[in-house]
């Protein structure tokens, strides 16, 4: 069982930045960001791959936000730049199960564990 809990989010203007932050419980092979605003489907952001710094993104990433770990502390990272109000939106940290083939997958389906989510605002 793997538990998240997410923090980090808030309201910032177009062009700020903000880092979430997610701590695990247990361990995962794969751990990824996702999204959902209202209205919208969820939609993956980013992933990692525990351990390595193999990192993949959603096409809307656009070089924007970098997914980070530190191990040491069972903690996943968010630093999001350049946000958009497109960008606004309920943020998910979630891990696939242990010994999960990582897959580079953004699809929610692929991921057991999620948090509770953190909300970012973002205004023009």
């Known amino acids: 069982q793997v538990q998240l809990v997410e923090s980090g989010g808030g309201s910032v203007q177009a062009g700020g930045s903000l880092r979430l932050s997610c701590v695990g419980s247990g361990y995962s092979n794969c751990w990824g960001w996702f999204r959902q605003a209202p209205g919208k489907a969820r939609e993956g952001v980013a992933g990692i791959y525990s351990g390595t710094p193999h990192t993949y993104y959603g096409d809307f990433v656009k070089g924007r936000f970098t997914i980070s770990q530190d191990n040491a502390k069972n903690t996943v990272y968010l630093q999001m730049t350049r946000l958009e109000p497109e960008d606004t939106a309920t943020y998910y940290c979630?891990?696939?199960?242990?010994?999960?083939?990582?897959?580079?997958?953004?699809?929610?389906?692929?991921?057991?564990?999620w948090g509770q989510g953190t909300q970012v605002t973002v205004s023009s």
């Open positions: 979630a891990a696939q199960r242990p010994g999960a083939r990582c897959a580079d997958s953004l699809s929610d389906f692929t991921y057991h564990y």
